[in-house]
C-alpha cells in the first residue's frame, strides 16, 4: 500500500500554467505505472496522463496532448504534471493513482490502479 498525496493545484487564468506533484510513500514506488486522473463536476473520472515506472514510457490524453508534460523522480518518491497552456475545460480536481499491478506498459483505465484516491488537488482555469 502507498500513499499518495497531491499538490500544487489553483486558481490560474487561461492560457497560464501550473505544476502539480505526487508525493508517494512507501517502499515500492519505483515498481509501478503512475498516473494522473481529474473529474470536473457532474463527470466521471477520467485519464489526463500516464508514465511507465521507469519514466521511458508515456501516454496523454487527446485533450491535453502537447500542453501536459507528466515526469516522475523515483528517487524523490515524486510524481509531476506539468500544465501549460490552460483552458478552462481543464478545470477539475486532479488525482495521481499507482497502477494495482507491475504493468510493463502505460494503463489508461481506471480499474488498473488502486481505488485510492485521497483527496486530490483542485485546479480552476478562469476565462
Known amino acids: 500500500q502507498e500513499l499518495l498525496v497531491e499538490s500544487g493545484g489553483g486558481l490560474v487564468q487561461a492560457g497560464g500554467s501550473l505544476r502539480l506533484s505526487c508525493a508517494a510513500s512507501g517502499r515500492t514506488f519505483r515498481s509501478y505505472a503512475m498516473a494522473w486522473f481529474r473529474q470536473a463536476p457532474g463527470k466521471e473520472r477520467e485519464f489526463a496522463a500516464g508514465?511507465?515506472?521507469?519514466?521511458?514510457?508515456?501516454r496523454y490524453a487527446d485533450s491535453v496532448k502537447g500542453r501536459f508534460t507528466i515526469s516522475r523522480d523515483n528517487a524523490l518518491n515524486t510524481m509531476y504534471l506539468q500544465m501549460n497552456s490552460l483552458k478552462p475545460e481543464d478545470t477539475a480536481v486532479y488525482y495521481c493513482a499507482r497502477a494495482s499491478e507491475a504493468y510493463k506498459a502505460v494503463p489508461t483505465r481506471a480499474t488498473d490502479f488502486l481505488d485510492s484516491w485521497g483527496q486530490g488537488t483542485q485546479v480552476t482555469v478562469s476565462s
Open positions: 508514465i511507465n515506472w521507469s519514466g521511458a514510457l508515456t
